[in-house]
């Protein structure tokens, strides 16, 4: 996250000496914020625009208890003093301590289970992007922190999804959809979110008589079967598209408002980018579902439903 380098925002905050929990509370906001601490009372910024709403909030809600708070706007001198502000925010430290606990885990990943495997990236990836959020001025230990998440976080999907399709290039060819009907439809077993977002749209908008079949390895695909979301299959990523965004630009289904919103949602659960607030939400049911149905069968028939309540939802909200 880079922000301006040229000016700074000082908060100062006194509080009551009875307010040990207000104190409390808003230090660890303050922390949360990468607020930089020159003395007691007193924090450090960089003076973008989200900071200073944030610490204006913060100044309110100060007063609220009782305490006082100064909002000032600081312009270093000389060059040096912008350079012994930057300093304040070198992350690097926290990287570290965050890679040593990457290391560690990276040790572990073949003895866990698919469930310990979600909840361990969950966790780091909580401590890795509330890093990333206070990281104002990215340098090298930024980028070799980003490269060894993702080479981690590929290590955990490489368990997790073998065969994940590495992205093809070229155009995606315009599909005539009577020309797929009541086809065999094959991907990679397990089912995650784009391949289980692929089977929704393939049964509710391409191919209501679709069949599937769930494989083991991707070279198991048959000869007559419609493949996707593996390497060499039909549909499969292209480009920065995920396979659900493929099947959509194929089929021209994609001024269908709500899959468009329900693309941006996959495509960001599936390799990252910016989302919506029912991400979150969806891959905790979906995976939910796959600890508690027998098979992906199951799977497709129960988070179907979910796709087409978040379909209906998204159509609805860009009505309102």
Avoid at 223 to 237: R, W
Avoid at 244 to 256: D, G, P, Q, R, T
């Amino acid at each position: 996250m880079t922000t301006s380098q040229n000016s700074w925002i000082l908060l100062i905050v006194s509080l009551p000496t009875s307010g040990a929990t207000a104190r409390m509370r808003i230090w660890r906001t303050l922390k949360a914020l990468g607020g930089a601490a020159l003395r007691d009372g007193a924090y450090l910024l960089p003076a973008g625009a989200e900071q200073v709403e944030q610490f204006r909030e913060l100044a309110d809600d100060t007063q609220q208890q009782d305490g006082q708070a100064w909002l000032l706007t600081v312009q270093p001198q000389e060059d040096d003093d912008a350079a012994t502000y930057r300093a304040l925010f070198d992350r690097s430290s926290d990287y570290a301590e965050l890679l040593a606990s990457v290391s560690e885990a990276r040790q572990t990943l073949s003895s866990l289970s698919e469930a310990e495997l979600n909840r361990l990236q969950r966790r780091l990836g909580r401590i890795y992007e509330a890093i990333r959020k206070i990281d104002f001025f990215p340098n090298e230990a930024s980028l070799r922190a980003e490269a060894q998440w993702r080479d981690f976080t590929g290590a955990i999907e490489t368990i997790l999804s073998p065969g994940e399709p590495h992205p093809a290039a070229g155009a995606i060819a315009r599909r005539d959809p009577t020309q797929y009907q009541g086809r065999l439809w094959a991907t990679r077993r397990h089912l995650w979110v784009d391949r289980v977002a692929c089977a929704w749209l393939i049964q509710r908008f391409i191919d209501p008589h679709a069949r599937f079949l769930w494989l083991e390895a991707p070279g198991d695909c048959p000869a007559d079967a419609l493949g996707f979301d593996f390497d060499g299959a039909t549909f499969t990523h292209v480009g920065e598209k995920v396979s659900f965004e493929v099947l959509l630009a194929s089929f021209a289904l994609e001024a269908n408002p709500g899959l468009q919103r329900l693309a941006g949602m996959v495509h960001a659960l599936d390799v990252g980018g910016p989302t919506v607030p029912e991400a979150s939400g969806f891959e905790a049911i979906l995976a939910g579902a796959r600890e508690r149905l027998a098979d992906d069968d199951a799977l497709l028939a129960e988070t179907g439903l979910v796709l087409d309540s978040l379909h209906a939802h998204f159509l609805n909200n860009r009505k309102r």
